[in-house]
């Protein structure tokens, strides 16, 4: 209380609204007397429950916001990731919600927001686990060469077991979502993957055509040759490679 025409009020900031009342009265005959009563409501920093996904991926961004229905006039929020190498925040300062660009390692992180306003703070802090799909890796089983007949002997390639699912691209952009691949051509490979969290990692592998055989005939015979000709046979050769087999027209095939 105070007497005067004047009053020095602190306020006390546990309450949300403080009401001051001004008291007058005659000091002579009659002694009347009034009073005036006003409220204030104070202005208090309201404390931040960061909502947001609590599992992310490397390499990928993530919303968060500070959780709360209604913004005071005059309040501003102040986000930070921690520790610093985990992610930077990619959005305006000052505003109820984030958006964190996450970094390229895994780990524990922490989302902070902290609620300004009259030079009184209010914080919350988030914990982030950020998870990174590893690098799948792919094995080829076999040696592609042209006009094979991939019945006889496919040709394939493997991704790493343990991830949720597998894309196959291939250089004419025929895909698969096979973890094992049957190889159609020569050239480079893409398998994208994803695993458990949803996190994506992909790998490239380049199938290199095997040499196959040369087909090729020649003849000591004269070129061209005159039928009817005077002789019943011609000669024809072929290029000799003890693990090759011929045919000819369409015949069995022989050494």
């Known amino acids: 209380s105070s007497s005067g025409t004047s009053a020095t009020v602190e306020w006390n900031a546990g309450a949300a609204n403080q009401t001051i009342t001004v008291y007058a009265s005659q ?3 009659p002694y009347c007397s009034a009073s005036q009563s ?58 109820p919600n984030c958006t964190v660009q996450w970094g390229a390692g895994a780990g524990n ?33 076999g040696l592609f060469c042209s006009g094979a007949n991939p019945l006889n002997q496919p040709v394939t390639l493997t991704g790493t077991s343990g991830f949720a699912s597998y894309q196959w691209i291939a250089p004419n952009g025929i895909s698969s979502n096979s973890i094992i691949y049957t190889v159609g051509q020569a050239g480079m490979h893409e398998l994208e993957v994803t695993d458990a969290y949803g996190c994506e990692a992909n790998a ?21 040759i005159c039928l009817p000709a005077p002789q019943t046979t011609i000669d024809l050769f072929t290029l000799e490679n003890p693990n090759w087999e011929y045919s000819c027209n369409g015949g069995p095939a022989g050494p």
């Open 27 to 29: 000091t002579i005959s």
């Open 38 to 95: 006003i409220s204030f409501s104070l202005d208090l920093p309201q404390t931040p429950s960061i909502q947001g996904p609590g599992t992310v991926c490397a390499n990928s961004t993530s919303d968060y916001n500070a959780g709360l229905t209604s913004i005071q006039p005059g309040e501003t929020f102040s986000w930070t990731v921690s520790p610093p190498e985990a992610g930077n925040i990619i959005s305006p300062q000052g505003g």
């Open 109 to 141: 992180a922490t989302v902070h927001a902290t609620s300004n306003i009259c030079d009184l703070t209010e914080s919350d802090s988030f914990a982030v686990v950020v998870h990174d799909a590893s690098t799948p890796g792919i094995t080829q089983a």
């Open 204 to 224: 490239y592998f380049e199938v290199h055509e095997w040499p196959g055989p040369t087909a090729s005939i020649s003849s000591p015979q004269p070129n061209p």
